[in-house]
């Protein structure tokens, strides 16, 4: 069993091992730079580490491969009688990011 690990980053959790890509809000970081996570969960096989201490030893790399952009969600708001009625839409972007190594404690 591959070694996997669970992290957060703007407020979600994922589970990431090597070699996986995945979308996360926007870092501030541009394509091609490495950014580093702290994990939250990490699992090797049989042996589960979740206490604190090990954890901040514990890290996963991961490289910016570039943004996209999220589903459109369309929102309408209406008032019957008024006349009153609006459309919006919105696109969250992201940056997509490639789990390069994942490291126990």
């Known amino acids: 069993m591959a070694m996997y690990a669970v992290i957060k980053t703007g407020g979600k959790q994922e589970k990431v091992e090597e070699g996986s890509v995945l979308n996360v809000e926007l870092l501030g970081a541009s394509e091609g730079d490495t950014v580093t996570f702290t994990p939250i969960l990490l699992v090797d096989g049989a042996k589960v580490v979740h206490d604190e201490d090990s954890l901040l030893k514990a890290k996963v ?36 990011v490639k789990v390069t190594e994942v490291t126990g404690a």
């Open 61 to 96: 790399t991961a490289v910016v491969l570039g943004e996209t952009k999220g589903p459109k969600v369309v929102g309408f708001h209406y008032s019957p009688k008024a006349r009153a009625r609006k459309r919006w839409g919105h696109r969250q972007h992201y940056n997509v």
